[in-house]
């Protein structure tokens, strides 16, 4: 079932592990071995009614809306087994409920005599995820990431993880790089409210989507954020996605993926409130429009505010999203989604010197409560918004077409405080490690970005193989202004002695000021074929030709340039998955990548892109009727033509490309919902990043742009009682461990390796849910990181959020 079209409504809850039946029984017959659960369903439409139903038993139930359309239900109150309740809500309304040996459950119109066939074969509730929608449990078995097709994950020859709604609540995440810690291979600074620009993954920046588009290429704090709370569920697909995707880095792609409506009527109110003062006000609320279904809506909002952490400024952020559908036929669907965020924040992390933090300071500790800002220059104004649809339609059993199409546009007005070093450093005289020079900066940059994706989809057969056509040409063009200057301001004293004042803003002369405009433009044409055959085999090979084009012209006082970009690039990917039958998927994989290079080198010959390939191995593992999922991949990342030093000496501050990196690495991930009690996470990575090639100190060294530490694990575990008298009571903990991390090019800096611990309480009754979450719960005060020995950069301490949400 390669189609995103779907027509069937699906609820999701906590799978349910149940027996397997093989045979043509009758009801009752079915009954008669199955425990009782409590059920308190009330009357009102059957659609309703079975949902709620549905949740209560922890089940997974998928069914066509014509099924059930225009049907009411009597509702249900007491105990029953979970066969004999179906029956008693579905009455004589010509419906039965049938059972798959995974669990699931879905809608068929009964035989003669009220028997329900039960299939002997398994009927995989894989089919009845939407890829788009919710998931009900930890563990996702589809996605579109990988492919652009609705494609089982354990058919994918690539590496993809799924962040889950219910994960993002469980662990409450407040960001996408705190959804993300629990995740293999992703390593990060820590949360930042300000942008998710520190994550990586694989040794490499990944390009970040909204929706299978991508958002607006940015300067590092001004990357466009999504609220957690917006998400259905965050997918990262591992290493160079050119195929599909064209210029991008070559860690990955991390997709967010939108809540989108439903014609199942469900709303929330949800309230938090937690340290630093957070308060968040959150509202969810999604249905149908009219009695066929036709038009369906979302609307999703959240405000929230809280005080900085050690700094005198606040935080505070209202966001909105709404989506509205309509599907006239179960052929054809258009979905309009917009968004709008507006963050009033300022720097929550100093960059510190490496004397102090890392190693001995003879006036002593450097503590993470340092502030170095200043309390009335400083400001970090983002406003973003964004609107697009995705259509899609059916044309026939073979072809489908989809389109998506989307304008964002972000403004940042920044002011910004920081510090570049000791004077000690510098060798100034008297300088000591304790007198912090320090830059002020103003960005104003924008953004503007339209992104166009075609698809025709193509499912057909060729003899005994079994085809996913893929045919796309996809359009990106963004513009970009961004105005900014710099001065060196005045010094501040590390241990609080000395007061050098203020910023003086009168410095920001014309002549500090410099101004850039650039247009850039890409198409790509991508063609990829998913062959299934012998019933055993998949094997996925694509092939994409890009276009990109770029003008840049730079400007000052004192100088001006301008620039043009003309690059072109294929990219292919093979990939071959072996299907065992006790649900083990060994894979191979090759795949490419490439991104363009603004600038010139001496001769003012324009710099080509550099481009990646990966070799990936793995093998993944879904046992035959339970929610669980267990992968391994090994990998080894070349990224060549890579901008280094120009080692002429006639050539200063000139570049070359000659530069190499290598990332190898191996990665494990298991994540199980064990019953309807237990969930399980589990990951380690390991990664070796190097420098292969460069014409400066960082050769042979581990890249210190980002944080890419050795080893990587966590460990996630959350229980919730369903009996008894504290049934709905629920515990989690989780351990994170990053190892130790080289700072500065030529890797002198050793940062030391740490674990982290977060915990969550958990209470649900009726239509409440209560939670606390602790992260970081020993409050453990380490660096994250370090660029050099002037700039590191403390980790998050603790934090603590109580959550109630109202849902009806």
């Excluded at 970040?208 to 998400?231: E, F, R």
């Excluded at 944080?707 to 460990?715: E, I, K, V």
Aim: glycine residues 10%; negative net charge; charged residues 20%.
């Amino acid at each position: 079932m390669a189609s995103l079209l779907r027509p069937r409504t699906t609820v999701l809850a906590h799978a349910l592990r149940m027996a397997l039946f093989g045979t043509s029984l009758p009801l009752a017959s079915v009954a008669m071995a199955a425990p009782s659960h409590h059920f308190e369903v009330p009357a009102g439409s059957l659609e309703a009614a079975l949902n709620a139903y549905a949740r209560q038993a922890g089940v997974l139930l998928s069914f066509d809306p014509a099924l059930t359309r225009g049907l009411n239900s009597r509702g249900l109150s007491g105990d029953y087994p979970l066969d004999i309740g179906f029956a008693t809500l579905l009455g004589n309304t010509g419906l039965g409920a049938e059972a798959s040996s995974d669990g699931s459950w879905r809608l068929v119109r009964t035989g003669p005599e009220g028997v329900v066939t039960l299939q002997a074969q398994t009927i995989s509730a894989l089919g009845d995820e939407n890829p788009l929608g919710p998931v009900g449990s930890y563990v996702a078995k589809r996605s579109v990431t990988a492919s652009k097709t609705d494609t089982p994950i354990h058919e994918t020859p690539q590496s993809i993880s799924v962040v889950t709604r219910e994960r993002m609540e469980a662990q409450g995440a407040q960001s996408v790089n705190e959804a993300l810690r629990y995740t293999p291979g992703v390593s990060s600074y820590g949360a930042n409210n300000r942008s998710d620009w520190y994550t990586v993954v694989r040794g490499f920046s990944p390009t970040t989507y909204l929706d299978g588009l991508q958002l607006p290429s940015t300067v590092n704090l001004a990357s466009w954020m999504v609220d957690p709370y917006m998400l259905e569920r965050v997918e990262v697909l591992r290493g160079p996605a050119g195929v599909l995707y064209g210029q991008g880095d070559p860690g990955g792609v991390i997709n967010q993926v939108s809540k989108r409506p439903s014609t199942v009527s469900s709303h929330e109110i949800q309230v938090q409130y937690g340290t630093d003062a957070r308060r968040q006000l959150g509202i969810d609320s999604t249905g149908a429009l009219d009695e066929e279904g036709v038009w369906s809506y979302r609307v999703t909002a959240i405000g929230h505010e809280a005080n900085i952490r050690d700094t005198p400024w606040e935080d505070k952020r209202q966001a909105l999203s709404a989506a509205l559908t309509w599907q006239p036929s179960d052929e054809t669907r258009l979905t309009v989604l917009g968004s709008y965020l507006a963050d009033d924040s300022n720097a929550q992390d100093n960059f510190l010197p490496a004397v102090g933090t890392l190693s001995h300071s003879a006036y002593g500790k450097i503590g993470r409560d340092t502030f170095t800002g200043d309390k009335h220059f400083s400001k970090y104004e983002k406003t973003q918004f964004s609107l697009g649809y995705e259509f899609e339609t059916r044309l026939n059993d073979v072809w489908q077409l989809r389109q998506n199409l989307r304008y964002a546009h972000l403004d940042l007005n920044d002011n910004m405080v920081f510090g570049v070093g000791t004077t000690a450093y510098y060798q100034m005289p008297d300088g000591d490690d304790r007198t912090l020079l320090r830059y002020a900066g103003i960005e104003n940059p924008k953004y503007s970005r339209w992104t166009l994706d075609n698809q025709a989809q193509a499912d057909f057969s060729t003899g005994d193989v079994r085809h996913t056509l893929l045919i796309g040409v996809d359009w990106q063009r963004q513009q970009t202004s961004d105005p900014q200057a710099y001065i060196l301001t005045t010094p501040v004293d590390l241990y609080g002695g000395a007061d050098y004042g203020p910023v003086d803003a009168s410095q920001f002369t014309p002549d500090t000021w410099s101004y850039s405009h650039q247009s850039s433009r890409q198409t790509g044409l991508y063609l990829q074929d998913q062959l299934h055959f012998d019933e055993h085999w998949v094997l996925t090979l694509g092939g994409r030709y890009d276009w990109a084009r770029s003008r840049t012209h730079d400007w000052s006082l004192a100088s001006e340039s301008r620039a043009r970009t003309r690059d072109e690039a294929f990219s292919g990917r093979v990939g071959l998955v072996y299907l065992a039958d006790n649900g083990l998927a060994p894979y191979l994989s090759y795949s490419e990548g490439f991104t363009p290079n603004a600038g010139t080198d001496f001769q003012g010959k324009p710099f080509e892109p550099t481009e990646a390939k990966q070799y990936e191995a793995g093998i993944k593992y879904q046992p035959p009727g339970s929610n669980s999922s267990v992968s391994a991949a090994v990998f080894e990342i070349t990224q060549n033509n890579v901008l280094t030093a120009d080692p002429d000496p006639a050539h200063p501050n000139s570049d070359v490309q000659t530069g190499q990196v290598r990332a190898r690495g191996i990665e494990l991930e298991g994540v199980a919902s064990l019953s309807n009690e237990l969930n399980l996470i589990a990951t380690y990575t390991y990664q070796d990043v190097k420098v292969t090639k460069a014409n400066d100190e960082s050769d042979g060294k581990t890249p210190i742009s980002i944080p890419t530490p050795r080893n990587l694990a966590s460990l996630w575990a959350d229980y919730t009682l369903h009996d008894g008298l504290l049934k709905g009571l629920g515990f989690g903990a989780g351990v994170r461990y990053t190892g130790r991390n080289p700072g500065a090019p030529d890797n002198s800096l050793n940062v030391p390796s740490y674990t982290l611990l977060d915990a969550t309480v958990h209470y649900e009754t009726g239509p409440w849910r209560f939670a606390v979450n602790a992260s970081n719960l020993t409050d453990k005060e380490y660096v994250a990181g370090c660029y050099d020995a002037t700039r590191c950069i403390y980790g998050n301490g603790r934090t603590v959020l109580g959550t109630a949400t109202y849902r009806w």
